[in-house]
């Protein structure tokens, strides 16, 4: 089994002005001249992982990670408003002319993996290759597995923890709860729903429990983001119906996804994969939702070296 780069620090961090009232932080890691390739960080809400870059041969790519529109460094931090999808896109977009680049590569998981194929169908010409690891959240059967009928059925206990924190029932209810409580004057009430929001992602996003991506999650900046995104974005799509998103056949896409994801069931990639007749899906036997599984871990770094020998990059895979 492939394990994880050594860890690296970027040689270079910036920001863009999206708009005038938000900013947006990158880092560059990785070989300058190598292959462009965007890192999608998952959420909603969450900020980008340092993790994650270590996925990549930092020889062969020129990895670029951003912090989402009012998550991690990106500021102000907390900031939905306004926020959608479709300004996602727009973002990734003003930051990839920013860097003056003509032709990139995405790697997107969770959340960012939902964004990197609402981007490949905007900008197809844009792309030479994509990689999704646990796309989902389309549509309000993405609420209803992870707040009612799907996770709360797999996790039983910790979603009564959930409860217990937040004092709500299943599906929407549980929102409004954590709505309620994020909106009130109590600060410490609001920090105890984003952490208990946050753990409760956390808990079910790995197969085998990760302490410290639980700690990672319910730090107190990553929390909040969390909490406020995921009220915003699910009581959106608690009204959507099912969304018919496809890969461009233009675009060489490989899907990837835990056979035991509980954060965005298989299902949702599979039918990703029959609509995009372009595309691979390649199922991880022994994974959940996270790239912090080991078995994800090894999987991504296979499929992420095979992006670059595929668009000619250089050095050997995994050292």
Same mark, same amino acid.
């Given at each position: 089994m492939l394990t994880p780069y050594p860890e690296i620090t970027p040689y270079n961090s910036?920001?863009?002005e999206i708009d005038k009232d938000h900013i947006i932080h990158f880092d560059?890691?990785?070989?300058p001249e190598g292959l462009p390739v965007f890192v999608l960080h998952d959420g909603p809400g969450g900020g980008s992982d340092p993790f994650h870059r270590r996925l990549f041969d930092a020889e062969k790519y020129r990895i670029i990670q951003y912090d989402q529109k009012g998550t991690g460094r990106s500021l102000p931090l907390g900031e939905v408003?306004?926020?959608n999808v479709s300004q996602a896109t727009s973002d990734l977009r003003a930051l990839i002319e920013k860097l003056g680049l003509e032709s990139v590569s995405l790697v997107g998981f969770g959340w960012g993996a939902r964004i990197a194929v609402d981007y490949s169908m905007a900008y197809p010409g844009q792309l030479n290759g994509m990689i999704l690891c646990g796309y989902g959240f389309c549509d309000h059967h993405s609420v209803k597995w992870l707040l009612d009928n799907g996770a709360p059925n797999l996790f039983p206990d910790h979603f009564q923890e959930l409860?217990?924190?937040?004092g709500g029932g299943p599906s929407v209810p549980v929102m409004s709860a954590m709505e309620d409580m994020l909106l009130g004057a109590n600060e410490l009430e609001q920090i105890q729903?984003?952490?208990a929001w946050a753990k409760w992602l956390a808990k079910i996003s790995t197969l085998h429990?990760? &302490?410290h991506l639980i700690d990672q999650y319910v730090h107190p900046h990553n929390a909040i983001t969390l909490a406020k995104f995921g009220v915003s974005v699910f009581r959106e799509l608690s009204e959507t119906e099912r969304s018919v998103s496809i890969v461009p056949d233009s675009i060489p896409a490989t899907i990837v996804h835990g056979r035991y994801d509980?954060?965005?069931p298989l299902e949702v990639s599979y039918s990703l994969h029959q609509r995009s007749s372009g595309s691979e899906l390649v199922v991880v036997r022994d994974a959940g939702h996270s790239p912090h599984? &080991?078995?994800m871990a090894d999987a991504m770094i296979r499929i992420i070296g095979q992006l670059a020998d595929r668009l000619g990059g250089y050095g050997k895979l995994n050292g």
């Open positions: 910036g920001s863009i560059e890691t990785g070989n408003k306004g926020w409860i217990n924190r937040l729903a984003a952490k429990c990760q &302490p509980a954060v965005t599984d &080991p078995a």
